[in-house]
């Protein structure tokens, strides 16, 4: 059977179509959609930012008549969830594009994305799995028995672009109120013994890992170690860049050139608060934890 998953992020629309039965991926894409942008901390979703995600269902509902896909997943996540009028999009896609999207809790997204980086990282080692979206990120702390802990925080990327006006380059008061604003909302989480090992989850993760190696990510299922001292070069290195050099920069998908500082100080703020010694990344994240499950 054709079956495919359709991951509704806040920043980022993600589509995997794959043989179920084989477990081959038979194509993939994403589309910048900004669900989040000019809304999402006010609980809504603006009229732009739907009919961007519209446009983007309707070419991926394209790609999946092409390949014969029999079953279509879509799951919806942080933005979605919070948006007192998420129903306006959901019904007009239901309705035109016959495709119904299941809105999830931040719960079981962190199992959904356990359930994808499983499949890359056999966890012999405890981890500390890190998954950045636009909305929220998810910390799912696993060993080789399964998820020990899971937590959802609403400290998404588009969420603290949107709540602070941030200089260029950032200057360090915007890096302090970036850091008390995770102090305020994830201390109890990290007051707990963690592992040493973060698995960082596809996206932002992928676009670290080019900027440490210049080579296109592409580890076909398999989890790859990366050098803890050249990774936290990187990041320092991108909180402080100006967005010119983002901009500039081929391995910042058009996406993340304005968030990709936040989502650095963030990788850099657990580094720390968790003691990491050892940094993962995974190709896998929630699409494969709803496809292959």
Not at 91 to 112: P, S
Not at 145 to 164: C, N, T
Request: proline share 2%; with cysteine.
């Amino acid at each position: 059977m054709r079956r495919a998953v359709i991951d509704l992020g806040t920043n980022t629309f993600n589509l995997l179509i794959a043989d179920t039965q084989t477990r081959q991926i038979l194509f993939q894409t994403k589309i910048g959609v900004a669900l989040g942008l000019g809304g999402i901390n006010e609980k809504r979703l603006s009229s732009a930012a739907q009919e961007r995600a519209f446009l983007a269902l309707h070419n991926f509902k394209q790609h999946c008549a092409q390949y014969n896909v029999t079953q279509i997943n879509a799951i919806g996540t942080s933005a979605l969830r919070d948006a007192t009028n998420a129903d306006e999009l959901l019904n007009r896609v239901e309705q035109e594009l016959q495709i119904n999207i299941e809105v999830i809790t931040g719960q079981k997204e962190a199992q959904l994305i356990y359930n994808g980086v499983r499949l890359t990282h056999d966890f012999a080692n405890p981890g500390l799995i890190m998954d950045i979206g636009g909305g929220s990120t998810e910390f799912i702390c696993a060993n080789q028995d399964g998820p020990q802990q899971m937590a959802s925080f609403d400290i998404g990327v588009s969420r603290l672009l949107q709540l602070y006006d941030f200089q260029d380059p950032y200057s360090s008061e915007d890096i302090e109120r970036v850091v008390a604003f995770l102090n305020q909302r994830c201390a109890a989480f990290f007051s707990q013994t963690m592992p040493s090992n973060l698995i960082g989850a596809s996206g932002s993760f992928e676009t670290f890992y080019e900027l440490v190696t210049r080579e296109v990510f592409n580890t076909k299922g398999a989890a790859v170690r990366i050098d803890a001292s050249e990774f936290k070069f990187m990041l320092d290195h991108i909180i402080c860049s100006t967005q010119a050099e983002r901009n500039a920069n081929t391995h910042i998908i058009e996406i993340r050139k304005r968030m990709a500082p936040l989502a650095a100080i963030k990788t850099r703020w657990v580094i720390k608060a968790a003691q990491i010694k050892n940094i993962y990344i995974s190709p896998y994240s929630l699409k494969e934890g709803v496809l292959f499950s």
